[in-house]
């Protein structure tokens, strides 16, 4: 275990967020990371306890935690980085996480709330001590290396480089796979490239992930859509097997009235495409596509993906920022009963980007309870705003406030509603049905869409692609599950 009796003497320490008023000058990292030495100190109050339900993700009669998914054996690589035993500490890592360093830095940490020692004191640090691993293994020297595949080895056609097409990728590359992966973006990636600022995961991070699969045999193949007739019919015929791990970026929209036509006007955008304008232009230099400088910005959606569009708008200069959120507030985390260990808590929470917003926006800006009731548009055809009317919950469900009915000014308004499941176009061009709620059709408690034979590939769906809109880490552990699916389909 970590040192004996430190979780009785050595307080929580974890990461800080630079101060506002800096941050938001910059798209570089958000955070202020602890020293090595104090991260070792923070690593030494784990209680390696019995049942580490940290990892297990399971709770007591079999009840579901907020434990791991990948079940990472936190206690183990705790006590090795306490000891200063750093290298043995990323080979424990390694044996059940394959991208470290994007988990730790943004994974909600699932682990924590699941944590022991968080039941009657603060959790340990749990987050911070992977990242602090993760980190020190790339600076000295990176991951172990495995040899690339042999030349008559059966290959594998990933489509999608997000987390879970990276994860897939690299474990059937370490397997002994001839793979690639096909990739509709300039870059690879996915939702890590694209999809998530640079300010919470630098770019250069995942570059040199992907510059190493290349290193170790991996194939990527750039600007090439799978949803096109034949490119998928050149993946079926060319490989063993194909593996759809393409992500759930079908966006959930509204039923606004004026919708379609504020889609059509460029004044409502998708915020996936927002923040992937934000991203390409600081990558490519120049100004983004889609800007939120000088204009009364509205976010519809109240999750990561929403926090992570008014960070942006604020770092691109918006007049105004707001979010509202069509479900009712959360308790507050000092609530009586609103944490209830080891499950995920379902509170109020205050992310970086609503942080920078309150506090350069004067006030609070957030609205909970909030019904968007049309796009407003004016004579030019541009948006000018949207109607919203307030929601009494009280009853459990939604009820409008009679008299409520109000306008929010925006130029830009941003959708983040989430996501309801993969595109189809790539799932039809590959011969993949889909069953409940438009998810793939997979074979039950297997990844598993369409057989093999006479020259064409089995195909396999990982990910979000498979079970619908989810975490990093839960992509990534679906992932893996998936590649052993795949190894065994095509005898490795």
Request: aromatic share 6%.
């Amino acid at each position: 275990m970590g040192k004996p009796g430190a979780f009785l003497t050595v307080g929580r320490r974890a990461h800080t967020l630079r101060p506002v008023d800096e941050r938001t000058r910059d798209y570089a990292e958000l955070y202020e990371l602890l020293t090595p030495e104090l991260q070792r100190e923070q690593a030494s109050r784990c209680m390696m306890c019995g049942v580490a339900f940290c990892q297990s993700g399971m709770g007591f009669g079999g009840a579901r935690t907020s434990g791991c998914p990948l079940h990472n054996l936190i206690p183990e690589w705790n006590d090795l980085l306490y000891r200063g035993l750093w290298r043995e500490a990323a080979d424990r890592l390694a044996l059940t996480s394959p991208l470290p360093e994007f988990t730790s830095r943004v994974c909600p940490a699932l682990c924590e709330a699941a944590c022991n020692l968080g039941r009657d004191d603060e959790p340990e640090t749990i987050h911070d001590n992977e990242r602090a691993i993760s980190d020190w293994e790339w600076a000295h020297g990176g991951p172990r290396r495995f040899s690339p595949a042999a030349p008559d080895a059966p290959r594998v056609a990933v489509v999608g480089s997000g987390p879970a097409g990276l994860a897939c990728a690299g474990e059937l590359g370490r397997r002994g796979a001839r793979v690639t992966v096909v990739e509709r973006d300039d870059r690879a990636g996915g939702l890590l490239m694209y999809g998530i600022p640079n300010m919470k995961l630098e770019k250069d991070v995942v570059t040199r992930r992907v510059d190493l699969m290349r290193e170790l045999g991996v194939e990527f193949r750039l600007g090439c859509d799978a949803s096109d007739a034949d490119v998928a019919a050149g993946l079926l015929a060319d490989f063993d097997a194909v593996v759809v791990a393409a992500g759930a970026r079908q966006p959930r929209g509204l039923s606004a009235a004026g919708f379609d036509e504020g889609l059509a006007a460029g004044g409502v955008v998708w915020a996936v495409d927002y923040l992937t304008s934000a991203t390409r232009a600081l990558l490519d230099g120049g100004e983004p596509a889609i800007s939120a400088a000088g204009r009364d910005v509205v976010v519809i959606g109240g999750g990561d993906t929403g926090n992570d569009c008014l960070g942006t708008a604020v770092r691109q200069g918006a007049r105004s920022v707001r979010q509202i959120e069509f479900m009712p507030c959360p308790a507050e985390p000092d609530a009586p009963g609103a944490v209830r260990w080891p499950e995920w808590p379902v509170v109020k929470k205050t992310d970086y980007g609503q942080q920078e917003a309150i506090e350069l926006m004067g006030g609070e800006m957030r609205a909970w309870g909030v019904d968007t009731r049309a796009v407003l548009l004016d004579e030019a055809g541009a948006v000018r705003g949207i109607s919203v009317v307030d929601l009494d919950w009280s009853a459990g469900r939604p009820e409008p406030v009679a008299g409520s009915e109000r306008e929010l000014e925006a130029q830009l308004v941003l959708i983040a509603c989430g996501f309801t499941g993969p595109e189809r176009p790539v799932l039809d061009a590959l011969g993949v049905g889909t069953g409940e709620r438009g998810l793939p059709a997979v074979e039950a408690g297997a990844h598993r869409a369409a057989a093999g034979g006479d020259g064409r590939a089995a195909v396999f769906v990982a990910g979000d692609a498979c079970s619908g809109s989810s975490l990093v880490v839960s992509a990534i552990a679906d992932a893996m599950a998936c590649a052993g699916e795949v190894a065994a389909e095509i005898g490795l």
